[in-house]
């Protein structure tokens, strides 16, 4: 135990975990491991002991085992022995790992570059989770914190000593769901549904990441977990729904209102510099034979309605994804707005949560 626990404690050993599977994952690692010390011990001991006590100097002739049946037994049989002692186990924690049925909460996971939009498939709440580490850190005007570039501005609750199934899926490359101390790691491939589970034992706050190379921001696609008991879940999933159901409401206010360009600027800005800025740079010139400047572009001083629907609806075989379900009808108008008049584009013209909510209904 001392020397488990001795393991255990090792940076450079796997995560334990706070899952029972994770856990199992870890003592399957651990005993692999520990058989393979054994079996390194006793060949290179064996081999040692060979090259010392039948050296040429003490006059030893070699012993000949050319088709030996004996031998040939031997180190057959006693590798395929072990491999089956190894692989009973395995097989057991490997089934259990892929047990997802009997589910108590289902989230569908979506990888997108480069954030993650979860959705809560029995409650039907949903929400995207992005980078929440300030640009300042990244270009290292700030020091950077504990937890960089292992923050978001909303990360995913799960209830403790629930079984929460996840399903896996991508909009664009293959992304991969990755939180080490639940030991689950699942790709997210577009066009294909895959499923994980897990059943967390401890509340608190736990850290993952996309450990799938989905692009050139793959390193600020970051995941957050917070466990809660079971009640303190359902109350935070009671208010999500009271927030999602008010914000409904008030775009449906917003319909019949007008904001003024002071205030779709100082909006749009916000919101271009959170969801837009990583590609098409806080400049707005973008990365040259990357991503697109908009700076004195054409679509952002050409037609207004075009504009309106490469932003909502994205563009098909590029990065440009669709932010008609990401963005609010305010924030769509505003980064829009925005981006028609930043830089010098000086356009001089507004969109309205109105036209954008016109825009998406004229495409249904």
């Not at 796997?14 to 390194?40: E, N, P, R, W």
């Not at 504990?146 to 079984?163: A, H, Q, S, T």
């Not at 699942?186 to 850290?207: H, Q, V």
């Not at 002071?262 to 800025?277: R, S």
Request: glycine share 6%.
């Amino acid at each position: 135990m001392p020397l488990i626990t001795a393991a255990a404690e090792t940076p450079l050993n796997m995560t334990k975990g706070v899952t029972a599977v994770s856990q199992d994952v870890y003592q399957l690692h651990m005993t692999i491991f520990y058989i393979c010390c054994v079996i390194g011990l006793i060949v290179f001991g064996v081999m040692f002991w060979s090259i010392i006590h039948h050296r040429k100097s003490k006059g030893v002739k070699p012993a000949q085992f050319h088709e030996s049946t004996k031998v040939e037994i031997f180190w057959t049989a006693v590798p395929l022995l072990i491999l089956i002692g190894m692989a009973i186990p395995a097989t057991q924690v490997l089934m259990n790992m892929d047990d997802t049925s009997e589910a108590d909460v289902t989230v569908l996971v979506t990888g997108s570059q480069w954030k993650w939009h979860y959705k809560y498939i029995d409650d039907d709440v949903e929400y995207y989770s992005l980078l929440a580490t300030p640009r300042a850190e990244i270009e290292n005007k700030l020091a950077k914190t504990d937890n960089y570039l292992l923050e978001v501005d909303r990360p995913l609750v799960l209830p403790i000593g629930k079984k929460v199934r996840f399903l896996m899926t991508s909009d664009d490359v293959i992304h991969s769901w990755w939180v080490p101390e639940f030991a689950v790691k699942k790709d997210a491939n577009p066009g294909f549904i895959n499923e994980a589970w897990t059943r967390i034992d401890e509340p608190g706050t736990y850290r993952g990441q996309c450990a799938e190379l989905c692009g050139k921001d793959h390193g600020f696609m970051p995941i957050v977990v917070i466990a809660k008991p079971d009640t303190e879940y359902r109350a935070w999933l009671t208010n999500l729904k009271a927030e999602q159901a008010q914000a409904k409401a008030e775009e449906q206010k917003l319909l019949a209102m007008s904001m003024s360009m002071e205030e779709l600027m100082a909006e749009g800005e916000k919101v271009y510099l959170a969801a837009c800025a990583a590609c098409h740079q806080p400049n707005g010139e973008g990365l040259k034979g990357v991503f697109p400047g908009l700076k004195g572009s054409p679509l952002t001083i050409g037609d207004i309605n075009g504009h309106i629907d490469i932003v909502i609806h994205g563009k098909k075989g590029t990065a440009m994804q669709a932010f008609d379900k990401q963005l609010s009808l305010r924030e769509l108008a505003a980064v829009i707005t925005y981006e028609r008049n930043a830089w010098g584009n000086d356009t001089g013209q507004m969109v309205q949560p109105k036209d954008v909510d016109a825009r998406i209904k004229s495409a249904i």
